[in-house]
């Protein structure tokens, strides 16, 4: 019994000397009240995933429609890119990284930027041999949801950042 508590106390001063911390919960903005999600394009995931971040966070939302005195997160554009980096010994591309990039940003009620227009860029590399057309298409179409989940994530981050007091 008294080596598994040693072997406990060990385990939490390793975690705690590493600098492993368990996220917070995301903070918003104090005075920032009612919010709307608006997408360049109005069926985007990705302004679907953002809105139920933010309503997780406590945010109340606002309908897309609503006019003035509400906060507004605006995806200003998505852009997808499949660049080759690889090639066979045919000269066909066997390996190519996905780009996804979105600009964004969120204004208060009042119109006052409370996180400025900025770029996020997130990438990741696949193989796509010419020979396996089906597995190419399901493992692109996975890398899509999961840079769309990641990317939600990363702009959460960036309001989060933001809503916290600058450190001099």
């Known amino acids: 019994m008294t080596r598994c508590l040693a072997i406990l106390a060990l385990s939490a001063a390793l975690l705690s000397g590493c600098g492993f911390h368990l996220r917070n919960a995301l903070n ?3 005075d920032l009240g009612p919010v709307r999600v608006l997408a360049a394009d ?4 990705l302004g679907d995933m953002l809105a ?7 945010a109340q939302a606002a309908p897309a429609e609503a006019g003035e ?6 995806v200003v554009s998505e852009q997808w890119a499949d660049t080759p980096i690889s090639n066979d010994q045919s000269g066909r591309a066997q390996e190519y990284s996905l780009r996804y990039a979105v600009v964004f940003s969120l204004r208060r009620a009042d119109g006052s930027a409370a996180v400025p227009q900025q770029a996020v860029e997130l990438s990741r590399d696949y193989l796509a041999p010419a020979v396996d057309s089906i597995g190419k298409a399901s493992e692109r179409e996975m890398l899509v949801r999961e840079l769309r989940r990641d990317m939600a ?15 001099h």
């Open 28 to 30: 918003l903005p104090a």
């Open 42 to 45: 109005r069926y985007s995931p």
């Open 52 to 58: 139920e971040g933010l309503q997780r966070a406590g």
């Open 69 to 74: 005195g509400v906060a507004t997160l605006q």
């Open 153 to 167: 994530a990363a702009i959460l981050r960036r309001v989060d950042a933001a809503s916290k007091p600058a450190v």
